[in-house]
């Protein structure tokens, strides 16, 4: 029989969440070991970013330790994923069918939006890892309609993952360490009204978030760390329940909330 997968929204925090992952890193391990094994794993990460959708087909994705100036230890750690070039075909062709241009990346590997929670979660490294990049200039409509053209693959076992932030603005966690580690308040009322609409399903006020969520443009200067969020929501389809497995603040600033958004029974509307 083949399992339907959720589709997920993970956090990947600063990169050196993957030396501390605390409570949040928690949450993730815990999904990981309750999801069925999936066939394959496309992930969407906040930090590849292309003016049009693309996949990737490396055997051996490799892993990029794309930021500077942190500690040693966190450049010698290293995901050994593998990929599959059937799997990315398929993810290929599940765009192509939603009407959306695609290319493919050959030699693309994992950022560390992707590897940092898949680490976490899929420590056995076993299930094939495909890497979809996002488009931050088209905003939540753009990545929504992306996970919307990979919702037909979640139920053949493909687990669609996108990683980023709930809020990111780095600038305020420098200003949050020099004044004594408070948090904003727009931080944990971004959050909660994202929760709230996605409760209720709102998605026209979600698409809308730049507007109506309150500190929307100081929880996201730039949204490309919260289209990930509409990547999974869209792969989701019409979701029986949503989900939201971890709730809480690293670095003063970055919200990590996750999200696991549940599919429909099989013959359900």
């Not at 603005?169 to 308040?185: E, I």
Request: hydrophobic fraction near 45%; charged fraction near 20%.
């Amino acid at each position: 029989m083949i399992s339907t997968q959720p589709a997920l929204f993970v956090p990947h925090g600063a990169p050196t969440f993957a030396l501390r992952p605390g409570a949040a890193g928690a949450a993730l391990t815990a999904a990981g070991r309750a999801l069925a094994r999936p066939r394959a794993i496309v992930i969407v990460s906040a930090h590849w970013d292309t003016a049009t959708p693309t996949v990737g087909f490396a055997d051996r994705p490799e892993t990029i330790h794309d930021f500077r100036g942190f500690p040693k230890e966190l450049y010698a750690l290293r995901y050994p994923a593998i990929g599959c070039r059937e799997a990315a075909d398929e993810v290929v062709a599940a765009i192509e069918a939603a009407g959306l241009a695609v290319e493919r990346d050959e030699h693309r590997g994992l950022d560390h939006g992707a590897w940092i929670p898949l680490r976490l979660m899929f420590t056995d490294a076993d299930a094939p890892v495909i890497p979809v990049s996002i488009q931050s200039r088209g905003g939540p409509e753009a990545a929504w309609r992306l996970g919307r053209a990979l919702a037909p693959l979640t139920a053949r076992n493909f687990l669609v993952i996108g990683s980023g932030n709930l809020t990111h603005n780095l600038r305020d966690v420098q200003t949050a360490w020099r004044h004594g580690g408070q948090t904003p308040v727009y931080v944990r009322a971004f959050a909660d009204w994202m929760a709230e609409r996605l409760t209720v399903r709102d998605l026209p006020a979600l698409l809308d978030y730049r507007r109506q969520a309150p500190g929307a443009v100081q929880a996201h200067p730039t949204d490309e760390h919260l289209l990930p969020l509409y990547v999974a929501l869209g792969a989701a389809g019409n979701p029986a329940r949503i989900d939201r497995f971890h709730a809480g603040i690293d670095d003063c600033v970055i919200a990590m909330d996750a999200y696991a958004f549940l599919p429909q029974e099989r013959g359900g509307s």
